[in-house]
């Protein structure tokens, strides 16, 4: 059964920067994607970034490029996601998702699993 736990979100404050989290356990393909998705009130889910887990290759959309960053730790089985010159407008419910591989997979019905969420809230 696969799991993913996420964590690291908190209240930071515009400009700072925050790491999350997510450990996956379960898995037994040797291929797959997982990714950032985040939901922020009153709006719809959104894609942020994957990262293939054979080839490490990342994509990122284009709103957080060049803020945001995706790395993974195979020895950990864990993923990262790096946010820096955090903004309010990055205020979500940050998910943890995997599923099928490649690097155009950016919708929520490419991934299978998905964890319970990290809170991160951004002042001004």
């Known amino acids: 059964q696969v799991q993913l736990v996420e964590s690291g979100g908190g209240l930071v404050q515009a400009g700072d920067s925050l790491r999350l989290s997510c450990v996956r356990s379960g898995v037994t393909f040797s291929n797959y994607n997982m990714a950032w998705f985040r939901q922020a009130p009153g709006k719809e889910r959104e894609f942020v970034g994957l990262v293939n887990w054979q080839s490490g290759g990342t994509s990122m959309t284009n709103s957080v490029k060049g803020r945001f960053t995706i790395a993974r730790d195979r020895a950990r089985n864990t993923m990262y996601l790096q946010m820096t010159d955090l903004k309010s407008e990055d205020t979500a419910v940050y998910y943890c998702?995997?599923?099928?591989?490649?690097?155009?997979?950016?919708?929520?019905?490419?991934?299978?699993?998905w964890g319970q969420g990290t809170q991160v809230t951004v002042s001004s």
């Open positions: 998702a995997t599923g099928f591989p490649g690097l155009g997979r950016t919708a929520e019905s490419d991934y299978q699993y």
